[in-house]
């Protein structure tokens, strides 16, 4: 049997893992429109912190270790400090396109963005509205749409989370799963009472004999 499906690229992926979600962030480079879910986002948040933790980590360690006296700044700082630049460099495009995809997934303009322009507070304020949870004000940047026949927040491809409906297998939707009676050859108005000879009482009518297996 095959895995859950994929939501489409131009879908949210809600759930998405830490690798796939980094992954995703760099296909959708420059894409600013759509909607992003918060797991992307925050996935992709935390794979951008990592690497660069580990390349400031690296500079100076390198560059210690292979220095002459100990003090200097060596050789072997110098290709962590280009991969640094590289980096940067490098998601200041993807690091907003998801930002304004997270932003429409939320409700909110992409617009909101410049917010970051506001010093101090605004960055701030523009991860809260990231972190917020899915609108549905999000159909209008976007789909999944309710016309889809999927819901607007959750698990949105078909086959990929859709919860157990009740009434399916058999299983009455009222009595909460049990099943129904008639079912599986039980006689409804028997009560499900089975192998039983359930002979209709005979009465003899005037000038009628009684059948021989009433003797």
């Not at 049997?1 to 809600?14: F, I, S, V």
């Not at 894409?31 to 990592?50: C, D, P, Q």
């Not at 993807?94 to 995809?101: E, G």
């Not at 799963?177 to 009518?205: C, F, H, S, V």
Request: net charge neutral.
């Amino acid at each position: 049997m095959g895995g859950p499906a994929l939501p489409p690229l131009n879908w949210p992926h809600y759930g998405i893992g830490f690798l796939p979600a980094v992954r995703r962030g760099f296909v959708k480079y420059a894409t600013f429109s759509g909607r992003a879910s918060r797991s992307e986002f925050w996935w992709w948040v935390l794979g951008n912190v990592i690497a660069l933790v580990v390349l400031y980590g690296l500079i100076p360690l390198l560059g210690l270790a292979t220095s002459g006296n100990g003090n200097d700044f060596g050789w072997g700082g110098v290709p962590p400090l280009v991969l640094l630049i590289a980096w940067i460099l490098g998601t200041i495009v993807p690091n907003i396109s998801i930002a304004v995809r997270r932003l429409h997934d939320a409700g909110f303009s992409g617009w909101m963005y410049l917010l970051q322009l506001i010093p101090y507070l605004g960055g701030l304020v523009v991860m809260i509205l990231c972190a917020s949870k899915t609108s549905p004000a999000a159909v209008q940047y976007g789909p999944p749409y309710p016309d889809a026949g999927y819901p607007t927040q959750g698990y949105l491809q078909p086959g990929y989370g859709q919860p157990q409906v009740y009434g399916q297998h058999g299983y009455d939707q009222q009595g909460h799963g049990q099943p129904l009676y008639g079912q599986q050859g039980y006689d409804q108005q028997a009560y499900g009472q089975t192998g039983y000879d359930q002979q209709p009482e005979w009465r003899p009518q005037p000038g009628q004999e009684e059948p021989p297996a009433y003797r």
